[in-house]
């Protein structure tokens, strides 16, 4: 073997357990350093050697620790090589892209899920896995120990350390809080015991507060609450009429000292053009009216850059946004009623319309698609304008430029919005 050409590999692979992964010499030669197992540049294991160094003759076999899978782009593929890279690959690059290989390594790794939280009818929360870094199981969730139904995930994102972060959404019903409150498991395929737990406590009445016994202190309530509205009422009137008499006063009193310093007689005469320029604008402060309530305006526009767009969507590009296979928007306005909600579509991957499932919470919306310049406008209408939180839409193409050889781009991308016009119901008044 000389340095003029590729160096063959010196092993191959020979069988695979938990964390271990076996390679059989096939070219005789001398490993100077411990042979490495690399993913995505990051180190995922290694074979000692017991001298430092070692020769090898054909059958020989050689045992590589693996103690992790770092968080790698789609298409990569676990690499052997020495620290260094000298002398190239020593054994075939091995394919992890349908997961088993990584499954049948480490199993599951050892996910953790971090910072469950709830926010605007959303239970939002992170799958950390600093082990199995290729670990994306479909995932699931148990309300109240009611049947799993499905739990919306984005594909997992690489920290700096290799550790994998995947975030994920559950849409939660109001009818599933109950005298009980409200329980919900986390589940992964593949992972007997749930991820997490996340509970809703319920409001502890003391024994003696019967819902009659309630009715009848929401009844006190509402009686002294009406009794301390109208004795405001009374004060305030008593204070404003106190003020204009003061305030009347007051002017009769510096109008005749002004009058008196007139004509001789005692004549009172009419305030000249110097106390009307003086009074006017006390006038105007006093009859000044009460400014209008604000109004809301009838629609929110939502651009690319918008914090609305939470789970599912990638980071935003100049004029548009991209999203996976799915994505929420949260509503602006989550207590007004909507009556539609307007997309901007300027791109679908693999497709020249979108192929699209909208739901509105936890109910689904019937939407319909209208070309227009520079793409196609989606208008999801429900049945009647309905108060939501989130807005959800399911895009039925998607797919991976990298995997499909399209290009260098890894992410999984459906749809390209530029934006997202929630239209509300009424005259946009507010209180």
């Known amino acids: 073997m000389t340095d003029a050409g590729p160096r063959p590999p010196a092993f191959e692979h020979a069988g695979l357990e938990t964390g271990l992964l076996r390679l059989r010499c096939v070219t005789p030669g001398r490993l100077e350093a411990p042979l490495v197992a690399w993913l995505g540049g990051m180190e995922a294991g290694r074979a000692e050697l017991p001298e430092g160094s070692a020769g090898f003759q054909p059958g020989d076999p050689l045992t590589l620790r693996i103690g992790r899978l770092p968080c790698a782009a789609p298409g990569e593929m676990l690499r052997f090589a020495q620290p260094g890279g000298g002398g ?13 290989v990584a499954w049948a390594l480490l199993g599951p790794g050892e996910p953790v899920v971090e910072a469950l939280e709830a926010h605007q009818g959303v239970l939002h929360g992170r799958l950390v896995n600093a082990v199995n870094g290729l670990f994306a199981p479909p995932f699931s969730a148990r309300v109240n120990g009611a049947l799993p139904r499905a739990v919306v995930a984005e594909t997992p994102r690489p920290r ?22 409200l329980s919900v498991e986390i589940r992964a395929e593949g992972v007997e015991a749930p991820l997490a737990r996340w509970a809703l406590a319920p409001v502890v009445l003391q024994e003696a507060e019967t819902l009659a016994g309630l009715a009848a202190r929401l009844r006190r309530l509402e009686q002294a609450s009406t009794l301390r509205a109208a004795r405001l009422r009374l004060d305030l009137d008593h204070g404003f009429a106190t003020r204009d008499a003061r305030f009347e006063a007051f002017v009769e009193h510096v109008v005749g000292l002004i009058a008196g310093a007139g004509p001789a007689g005692g004549r009172i005469a009419a305030p000249d053009d110097r106390i009307e320029a003086l009074l006017t604008p006390l006038r105007a402060l006093l009859d000044e009216a009460t400014p209008p309530p604000a109004t809301l305006p009838a629609e929110r526009r939502l651009g690319p850059g918008d914090g609305a767009f939470t789970l599912g969507w990638h980071p935003p590009e100049e004029a548009f946004r991209w999203m996976g296979p799915s994505g929420m928007v949260e509503n602006p306005d989550p207590w007004r009623p909507v009556r539609a909600v307007r997309l901007r579509v300027a791109q679908v991957y693999g497709s020249d319309r979108p192929r699209l499932l909208a739901s509105l919470d936890a109910r689904h919306a019937p939407l319909r698609l209208e070309p227009v310049e520079g793409g196609t406008e989606v208008l999801i209408e429900p049945e009647e304008a309905l108060a939501f939180d989130v807005l959800r839409l399911d895009s039925l193409t998607h797919g991976s430029p990298a995997r499909e050889g399209r290009g260098d781009d890894t992410r999984e991308l459906s749809l390209a919005v530029t934006e997202v016009v929630f239209l509300y119901a009424g005259d946009g008044g507010g209180t």
Do not use: K, M, N, T
């Open 160 to 181: 700096p350390d290799g550790a994998s972060v995947i975030r994920f959404a559950l849409s939660l019903r109001p009818e599933e809080i109950g005298e009980a409150g």
């Open 88 to 100: 190239g690959d020593l054994a075939p690059p091995l394919a992890l892209a349908d997961g088993r």
